[in-house]
């Protein structure tokens, strides 16, 4: 039991979470590891969404709303933190929502529609294929989800997939906390936020955002300066802390 009034209540909250997944085999082992990565980098960011992760936020939603097919790739550690969020962002944005994952089995697969469904995702779930240029697991898509994509949104993902994707000529957001990241460094856009803060500030900016103001931020928009915009807000923290 995790009291309430802990001081890392919320923290402690989402890491039982996700040990629970772990034995229940939606998120892998590998995802614990991962997830520990990202809190750190959290740490630095001050675990809370910065000016420039939210303008990366909305710049992803104009993305989402002014693409001709969309595409959410949901992953297990995806799954178990946010499927809820991720029904509100697909009833939001119209995306399809499909599940690729690294470590890959078919059981993993259907646990984690599974629990999508349960948190209200329509998934789309046809037969996959191996049509991306990897050599590993995540060449694994359906034919009119991912592959058939114009933009594809890949929270917590892996530098191979994302470069694959952007040489296959599509528009890549990541969410990934960590701004030096082969993913973060390699995706046309990259939100350095944490998950759970990022879908919803995604979802508010579909809803919000006009035509002509999706036009114009998905026009317009320069992720060597977003990321740089990250760093410097670690740095800005950590001098704070040495002050
Ligand atoms: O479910 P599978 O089989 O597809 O596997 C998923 C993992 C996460 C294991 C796989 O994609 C993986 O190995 O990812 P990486 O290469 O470790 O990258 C994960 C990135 O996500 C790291 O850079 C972390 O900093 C970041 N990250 C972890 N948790 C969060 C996060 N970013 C945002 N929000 C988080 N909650």
């Not at 946010?82 to 962002?89: G, R």
């Not at 957001?173 to 990022?198: H, Q």
């Not at 809803?207 to 740095?235: K, P, Q, S, V, W």
Request: one cysteine or more; charged letters at 25%.
């Amino acid at each position: 039991m995790i009291p309430p009034d802990h001081p890392r209540y919320r923290s402690l909250v989402t890491r039982e979470r996700l040990a629970e997944s772990a034995k229940k085999g939606i998120v892998a082992w590998e995802g614990l590891t991962a997830h520990g990565r990202g809190e750190a980098f959290d740490y630095l960011l001050g675990e809370k969404t910065t000016p420039g992760a939210l303008l990366a936020e909305r710049t992803a939603a104009a993305l989402l709303m002014t693409a001709r097919h969309p595409v959410i790739s949901v992953n297990g550690n995806t799954a178990a933190l946010a499927a809820e969020e991720i029904a509100a962002l697909q009833k939001a944005s119209g995306a399809l929502v499909e599940v690729n994952l690294f470590h890959r089995t078919e059981e993993r697969v259907r646990l984690i529609e599974d629990v999508l469904t349960a948190g209200g995702v329509e998934v789309f779930s046809g037969t996959a294929e191996r049509l991306l240029p990897l050599s590993h697991d995540r060449a694994w898509c359906r034919r009119d989800g991912v592959y058939s994509a114009d933009v594809v949104l890949v929270p917590l993902e892996d530098g191979d997939r994302c470069e694959a994707l952007v040489t296959m000529g599509k528009t890549v957001i990541a969410i990934d906390l960590n701004p030096l990241s082969r993913t973060a460094r390699r995706s046309t856009l990259t939100i350095v936020d944490e998950l759970t803060r990022a879908v919803p500030e995604i979802t508010r900016a579909c809803l919000e955002l006009t035509r002509e103001e999706c036009a114009a931020l998905a026009g317009n928009f320069d992720n060597g300066y977003l990321l740089a915009e990250a760093i410097r807000e670690m740095i800005a923290r950590l001098s704070d802390v040495l002050d």
